[in-house]
């Protein structure tokens, strides 16, 4: 089970620190991911960290204002999201295990949350 929390509305330029508690006896060696869903679009990769969080990996269009991190005491993995755009409204997502051949896909498999609404204003 998957619980994401800390979205909202923020005006461009603000920032947001999402939060997926993981409930899973494994989480300190899965893989975890962030996706968001804009309407009438499709899921997009958004952030991926290794299991001991010593690897991060990021879409083209959140480098360098998002940051993942993890916390495996706690199961649970962040999403700091600095100098928000109006294009980055969507609801986000977090997943076990997300998949890459060329490029991220999410695991349709594993276990999704809820997701949690990110709103920026312009």
């Known amino acids: 089970q998957l619980v994401e929390s800390g979205g909202g509305l923020v005006q461009a330029g603000g920032s947001l620190r999402l939060s997926c508690v993981v409930s899973s006896r494994t989480f300190s060696s899965d893989y975890m991911g962030w996706f968001r869903q804009a309407p009438g679009k499709e899921r997009e990769f958004v952030a991926a960290i290794s299991g001991s969080g010593g690897y991060t990996y990021y879409g083209d269009s959140v480098l360098g204002r998002f940051t993942i991190s993890r916390d495996n005491a706690k199961n649970t993995v962040y999403l700091q999201m600095n100098s928000l755009k109006p294009e980055d409204t969507a609801v986000y997502y977090c997943?076990?295990?997300?998949?890459?051949?060329?490029?991220?896909?999410?695991?349709?498999?594993?276990?999704w949350g809820q997701g949690t609404q990110v709103t920026v204003s312009s």
């Open positions: 997943n076990v295990n997300p998949k890459y051949g060329s490029k991220w896909y999410p695991n349709l498999q594993g276990a």
